[in-house]
């Protein structure tokens, strides 16, 4: 199985790449961004990856999920996704974890465990503590804000917490850890591109009033979170 990572080894060198297969991360929420960044990671040689989500596949998944698709309606996020990632690469040392990450199920998670975690939770009360949690941890935490009601992905960049603007979902997360008195620094993947919201009339669609958005978006979210990762296991 070494051959499906020649090209990247040619990219990166054999110490680097062997750095990364004895990395170990933690991805809370496979949706939008989560799911292509745990794709981006299991494709570049990461040795053990943990995805966390409590959700199944719905249709409104499809146009921006990765592991969503017609045939996987229903079926659970974190089981479909792995067993695409092992596919991929069979060697992954892979575990998924149907739970919601909340106050209540924190201490099912020793994030000692792992070098990397991940922050693409949508939930902002669950963001904040899993923030503060991560950041009581030895792992080097990653967050991503609000990918949704954006179209440009030049407008996407990175900055320590306290250096993120224009972002509605940020500014919520800094209000809240500053009410906890939390003032560590960590990077965050966020966009200050706004637009306007475009409601549309389904009496099927029982997700309430949610903002719109798209796959080159939450995707690049997903590959910006995996490439910090990446970039720090071996120091571009």
């Not at 199985?1 to 170990?24: D, H, V, W, Y």
């Not at 030049?154 to 972002?167: A, E, L, N």
């Not at 560590?184 to 958005?213: H, Q």
Request: net charge neutral; glycine share 8%.
């Amino acid at each position: 199985m070494r051959k499906i990572f020649n090209r990247l080894i040619r990219l990166t060198g054999e110490p680097a790449f062997k750095k990364l297969q004895c990395t170990s991360v933690i991805i809370f929420g496979v949706g939008g961004v989560g799911s292509w960044c745990a794709e981006a990671l299991a494709r570049s040689g990461i040795g053990s990856l943990t995805i966390v989500d409590s959700d199944i596949v719905c249709e409104t998944n499809i146009n921006r999920q990765l592991q969503a698709t017609t045939s996987s309606i229903g079926e659970v996020k974190v089981d479909v996704l792995k067993a695409r990632l092992l596919d991929i690469n069979p060697n992954i040392n892979i575990n998924a974890i149907r739970m919601i990450y909340s106050s209540e199920t924190k201490d099912n998670f020793d994030l000692n465990q792992f070098d990397y975690i991940i922050d693409a939770i949508d939930s902002i009360d669950s963001k904040v503590e899993l923030i503060i949690h991560a950041l009581s941890s030895s792992g080097t935490l990653f967050s991503s804000f609000g990918a949704a009601s954006k179209m440009d992905p030049s407008r996407i960049v990175v900055k320590q917490i306290w250096k993120t603007y224009g972002c509605p979902l940020g500014r919520s997360v800094r209000n809240k850890l500053k009410k906890r008195r939390i003032n560590d620094k960590f990077l965050c993947v966020f966009s200050d591109e706004v637009l306007p919201r475009f409601e549309i009339d389904d009496p099927n669609d029982g997700e309430g009033i949610i903002n719109g958005s798209i796959t080159h978006i939450t995707g690049s979210f997903g590959f910006r979170l995996a490439s910090l990762v990446i970039e720090d296991v071996i120091k571009i």
